[in-house]
């Protein structure tokens, strides 16, 4: 089956430092890739839809020019968290979407754990 | 999209089937009811979808009432590896619909 790889899988970080979260798919080209927050003991919330090659599409709530997002290529798709706080500490889970055919199935990656200290 | 109604949580022993239900009464003609689960701190996997016609995979059973506006996830011998959030979705397979997430079903399986 299709894979997503997050990297890393957990970090650590200082308040007001940045962070890069990298997202892959590795066995198929993602022309579509989502990026979700989740915190404790809540449900998966969409912070923004990536496409290759344009603009990322952030969700109400969500600053754009605090979560960078660039999906430079059909494989990877990277979330940079700046000025990071401790508010922003959270499992921030990447999807690619895999559209071949009548196929349309959305992958998830592991998850990264961000701590902001 | 639609919106899915389920259970906050549910218990089932292991070894026993797992029947996880899922409300979508206003579900439009287009959209599918996808299933994912979530083990703990984990990202969610992809368990079974379908339109209206039941479906069957390695992993579970979908059915899917006449009307579309419930269906059942079935785990049909449920082990320890199964506990998880299960999560009901509908969504359109076109355009750039995503898939929404809601509160989900805490299945708990005990030895």
């Known amino acids: 089956g299709a894979v997503v790889s997050q990297h890393p899988s957990w970090v650590i970080c200082k308040s007001g430092t940045s962070v890069k979260i990298e997202c892959r798919s590795l066995?198929?080209?993602?022309?579509?890739m989502f990026w979700y927050r989740q915190f404790p003991k809540q449900s998966l919330m969409l912070m923004a839809t990536?496409?290759?090659?344009?603009?990322?599409?952030?969700e109400q709530g969500v600053e754009k020019d605090k979560f960078l997002i660039n999906h430079a290529s059909l494989t990877l798709s990277t979330l940079t968290v700046t000025s990071a706080h401790p508010e922003d500490s959270s499992f921030y889970i990447c999807?690619?979407?895999?559209?071949?055919?009548?196929?349309?199935?959305?992958?998830f990656g592991p998850g990264t754990r961000l701590t902001v200290t | 999209d639609a919106k899915t109604t389920q259970p906050t949580s549910m218990d089932c022993a292991e070894g026993r089937a797992a029947n996880l239900p899922c409300n979508h009464s206003?579900?439009?003609?287009?959209?599918?009811v996808y299933w994912y689960r979530q083990i703990h701190s984990q990202g969610p996997q992809y368990i079974i979808h379908?339109?209206?016609n039941n479906e069957t995979n390695e992993m579970a059973s979908l059915i899917i009432t006449e009307d579309r506006k419930s269906s059942t996830l079935i785990l049909p011998h449920a082990t320890l590896r199964d506990t998880a959030v299960y999560y009901c979705?509908?969504?359109?397979?076109?355009?750039?619909?995503?898939?929404?997430f809601g509160k989900g079903t805490m299945l708990l399986v005990s030895p």
């Open positions: 979705i509908v969504r359109v397979n076109s355009g750039y619909s995503t898939l929404t």
């Open positions: 999807s690619a979407r895999q559209r071949q055919g009548r196929k349309d199935e959305q992958y």
């Open positions: 206003t579900i439009s003609g287009n959209e599918y």
């Open positions: 066995d198929f080209q993602a022309t579509t």
């Open positions: 379908g339109l209206k």
């Open positions: 990536s496409n290759e090659g344009s603009k990322a599409t952030y």
